[in-house]
């Protein structure tokens, strides 16, 4: 004999008081769905596995169970048992070891067929439904509850079955499911019942039965309003998925609010009419008020989910409520809430060529946003079943944003209504008294003998349908595909898996085809996805050849690949100050000054400083450390002689920048290496040549570069006055050593401003330029360009920015931070040369206390007026030796310290170490102070110090006295005082 309908055809399986397993149904692979801002698979934490803390229960499958189950892609599998049709229905395409039959009926052509009634009960029944709340309210017992078998049904086509039918081979007697079988055992304070389909359902907080959908097979049929008819998944109740409770609050639309962004009827009042009417683009307005309610639900989902799991990690709720286990079993709609901002963006980026496109889109948009908001409701829901006062004790923090989703749930439920869900089986028992406490409409499905027995339950019809049933062909008839798989209704599943189809839960088998433009669109990013491929490998064999270089060559810099790998994405200055820390600096090369040196070794311990997108390093004369990593005699020569011509042209570009109009820009590292070689420009022809390159091309820029630069013929000097050639500097490496101090110098001179506080600054007529960087390209990739910065350059030349002036009169015009700038580098009575070269000067060769005193004065009066410099008090403070802003800017140079000369040490030791700190936090490398060494004459060539001694006639080489000495310099001392 076939099975008959509502029969339970699946194996045998282990029973357990309490437990009933069943079968898990095999599932294909998941059919990854594609398009713009949506998710390819279930992403790990989302949909792919429950929120809960603990290993969820009751969804447990047979070692026998398809491969689909053991993918990472499919998830725990669903008690699909509950909410599918019989398989005896020719309609549905299911087989029924995958589920149990509904609650008991019995039906024959005839009508209803009354059943045995059950054994009575030790208890009077109600002589009517009691209401919710109500004391005689039954709660099902074990013995009140127990299975029965679940008894065969008649044929449709008969209401006897003949007794020489050949019998099928005996089958094992599948376990009896938890069901309802009488009146009494309903869940009582329902408010309508009506049959639906073959079965019947009851409801409960609502009055509305929708359309049974249980007799038709889902073609991906769309109605005129651009809903899915009688299967749209956002109007109509859904069985319950344990995994989205949150589903049963999605809002519906009501007159109160459907011209609500969310559920209004998609029309041409919200397109454009700037474009083609051939073409649909949303107006500006609407396209604004969608983007920011789609970024606003996104940014509370992403609250709403931290809240969840917070609350389960600290266990403000009671482990066995019904509260608790719902929200353990609960998957947060992670992809929903990104497939809508992939509608939002759809919608945004693209101009769509139909109205039906345009429709489709947006009611996919609709439909993710509302579930996304009934997400955002049920936390609410949760966080007002804690408690405030408990919510308040465990998480005092979190107050403000719980509040906000509480109010927002009692808000929503004044403007809308629900949808609800629909129980089946022991769900009713175990799930609805949530639902029913929160009023939101709750519907049990069961047999149509549950109704007829005992009397029977008043029965109602169905209610109008929430959209319309008019079928759209242009919607529904999609011959070619423009718009990703979500975006369309599935053309395949029962009834009861719509939802889990929308919501890419379950792999969809639809038979839409891609479009010519959207298949062009797939093969460009094959190509690009396959370029990708072959840019990643190349990446990992150019990783590997820089880890091995980085052995060989870098060993020795204090640090490791990891970090120098670091350091050249985020501070490609703090990368360099490591390579030529790992690199030996020649001997005769310009030293550290001893007190910079040990600040100069804190630079490793507080990279962190630096700013994650730090400027690059620009300047207006070339970086020192070039010149130390030359190896060639020859181009050390050749660039020393190139930057001592070019060093007045240099030094007046400072000042010129600050014209109105002016395109003169600080040079970085790469163009310093080609215009130090000569790329670019010539000596020969420099104004037309080079113009370009150091004054933007401006012919008045020319013009005033040309009446600025002092004597002419100043081009191209040394330190001592010879002509700037390979041949005089290349072999001397005094000169070259001299040459680098003094460089080193103006570097100081012109870095020691972006230190001092800009207000001062410009109160002194320094004007800040704003410096703009652009995109480099770093692996063929564009890297971002570093964030503008303005810079404050002073000229330092005499009787530029500097008058000749008193302390008094500096300090009046507002000039005094410049001057003590100045005196720091090059000294009180220092200047710069008309040919840039400025006089040697180092606190090491201070032979006067008080003029120690007063550098010390001076460079702590720059160092407290940074902007940074209350900011390192807070890091530094309290530390050994650390000298606070107050103090430095107390201290008086022209008078004595108690401790003498261990406190200036002290003092001269903090103020490099506060350089150092001050520099990394304006994201620079801050440059060396060098010693200036005992060099004979110093800024000499070998050629004027080896100059012969020309003695006048009469005169011995032994007579010829020191120079600056006479003979009255000893007159009135005796041999003993000398």
Known sequence: MPPAPGSNTAPRQAQSRGRNERTAPSLPPLVLPDGPGLPSRPSAGSSSRAISSRPATGSSSRAGSSSAHRSSYVLPPLRFSDAMPPPAMPALALSSSAMPAPLRFS???????????????????????????????????????????????????????????????????????????????????????????????????????????????????????????????????QPYDKRAPFMGFTELPLACNREWLEFRDPSRADLSNRVAESDFQLSEAVKDDMHNLSWHLRRKYVEAEALLRLILREGALPKRCIERTIAEETNPPEKDSMRMLGCWLVLKELTLKSMADFTLVMRAWQRYTRITSAFLNFVGALVESVGRERFTALFPSEIEKAEYFVQRRKRRNLESQRRGVIFVGDDATKYQRFFRELRVPTYVRVTVDA??????????????????SERSESMTNVKQRDLPLAM?????????????????????DDSYQSSERRTAQFRRYENWEQDMKKHRVALVAKDAARRERFDVTKSDMGTSFEVYDWINQHAPTARRYLELRGTARPADMP????????????????????????????????????????KDEHRLATCLANMAWLMPILISRIAMARRPGSKIERFRVKDWRDILWGKGWTKEGFWEGGGKLFFGGSLEELA?????????????????????????????????????VLLGQWQVLLFLPSLANPALLERAGVKGMVEVFKPT????????????????????????DIPEASREERNRQGKL??????????????????????????????GSDTKRRVFLENFAQVLASSPHARWLDEQKGGTKGWWSTDRLKAYNGFQQVRGGRDTEDELQKHLFLRYVLTSLKTGHIPPEFFSIGSSYRFGYCAKECFKPVVVPAGMEYTDLLDEGESDDDYEGYTNEEW
């Open 591 to 630: 030293k550290l000054l001893p007190d910079y040196a040990a600040a100069d070794e804190e630079i490793l311990h507080h990279l962190h400083y630096m700013p994650a997108n730090g400027p690059h390093l620009a300047t207006y004369l070339p970086p020192v450390h070039l010149f130390f990593g030359m």
């Open 777 to 800: 390209l770093e692996n063929n990739h564009e890297r971002r360009a570093p964030d503008p910065i303005v810079h404050h350059t002073p000229d330092f030349r005499i009787k530029h």
């Open 451 to 468: 109704l007829n027995e005992n009397a029977g339950i008043p029965l109602s019809a169905t209610g109008t349908p929430r959209c319309s």
């Open 704 to 740: 005033a570069a040309e009446g600025d630069v002092e004597n002419p013929t100043k081009y191209g000097e040394l330190p001592c006055g010879h002509e700037a050639t390979v041949e005089n500097i290349q072999g001397d490496r005094r000169l070259e050593h001299d040459m680098l």
């Open 488 to 508: 369309y209704p599935p053309q395949s599943g029962a009834w009861n898996l719509q939802e889990l189809l929308w919501r890419g839960v379950l792999p969809r």
């Open 817 to 846: 931070i410049l001057a003590r700038i100045r005196d720091i580098v090059i000294a009180d009575d220092g200047n710069v040369h008309p040919s840039g070269w400025t006089n040697e000067h180092s606190v090491e060769e201070i």
């Open 107 to 237: 039906m024959d052509t005839a009508g209803l067929v009354p059943v045995l009634p059950a054994p009575p009960q030790p208890r009077t029944l109600p002589s009517r439904p009691p209401q919710p709340g109500s004391s005689q309210q039954h709660e099902p017992t074990p013995s009140s509850t127990s299975a029965r078998p679940i008894k065969p049904l008649p044929s449709r086509t008969s209401s006897s079955v003949s007794s020489s039918a050949p019998k099928p081979a005996r089958a094992p007697t599948p376990p009896p499911p938890f069901s309802f079988t009488t009146k009494d055992h309903l869940p009582l304070g329902y408010t309508a019942a009506s049959l639906w389909g073959d079965t019947a359902i009851v409801c409960y907080d609502t009055g509305y039965i929708g359309p049974s959908p249980r007799h038709r097979e889902p073609t991906g049929e769309v109605g005129m309003d651009g809903y899915t008819m009688e299967f749209e998944v956002s109007l109509y109740a």
